[in-house]
């Protein structure tokens, strides 16, 4: 796969090092991300649970 990898770089013209992220990187956002989408899901439960209580009349 590296051979192949390289090969296609050579014949489009890209440079060698993409200057990307690094996988440890990736791994930090998407769990930075799934940490927020929980506290999110957290907080709207509290929320509802506290705005059912609420009484109008």
């Given at each position: 796969?590296?051979?192949?990898?390289s090969?296609?770089r050579?014949?489009?013209?890209?440079?060698?090092?993409d200057?990307g992220?690094?996988?440890?990187?990736v791994v930090?956002?998407a769990l930075?991300v799934?940490?927020?989408?929980?506290?999110?899901?957290?907080?709207?439960a509290?929320?509802?649970?506290y705005a059912?209580n609420?009484?109008l009349?």
């Open positions: 796969m590296k051979r192949l990898t090969f296609l050579t014949r489009l013209g890209l440079p060698r090092d200057h992220y690094s996988t440890e990187t930090v956002i930075l799934a940490m927020a989408i929980a506290a999110v899901g957290f907080i709207s509290t929320v509802e649970k059912s609420i009484t009349g």
